[in-house]
């Protein structure tokens, strides 16, 4: 079992910049395919950018990729998503999630993570 709990979303202007983070706890946090979805009103949710935490690449959608980096901190458990250059359509709840493994594909196959945290706002204004 992983326990996720996210936090850092706020309110900014666009252009902004905010980080998120997901503090890990339960099993073994270095063989995970770990990773951050977005969810919008009225929209499915959509991978945002994933990592294996045992090292590697890490791979984003195509509409965050210069924007938005995603990162972690071994000694803490804890993932990181720094968004940079924040538009109006990046407005949404995201949501940290996890699954036992690598990240091949994993940016599209949403319903492969079994654990999720209970995700934190971000909006931005134009």
């Known amino acids: 079992q992983v326990q996720l709990v996210e936090s850092g979303g706020g309110s900014v202007q666009a252009g902004g910049s905010l980080r998120l983070s997901c503090a890990a706890s339960g099993s073994t946090y270095s063989s995970y395919c770990m990773g951050w979805f977005r969810q919008a009103p009225g929209k499915e949710r959509e991978g945002v950018a994933v990592r294996y935490t045992g090292g590697g690449s890490a791979y984003y959608t195509d509409s965050v990729k210069g924007r938005f980096t995603i990162s972690q901190d071994n000694a803490k458990n804890t993932l990181y998503l720094q968004m940079n250059t924040l538009k109006p359509e990046d407005t949404a709840m995201y949501y940290c999630?996890?699954?036992?493994?690598?990240?091949?594909?994993?940016?599209?196959?949403?319903?492969?993570?079994?654990?999720w945290g209970q995700g934190t706002q971000v909006t931005v204004s134009s």
């Open positions: 999630a996890a699954r036992a493994g690598r990240c091949l594909g994993a940016l599209t196959l949403r319903a492969s993570f079994p654990y």
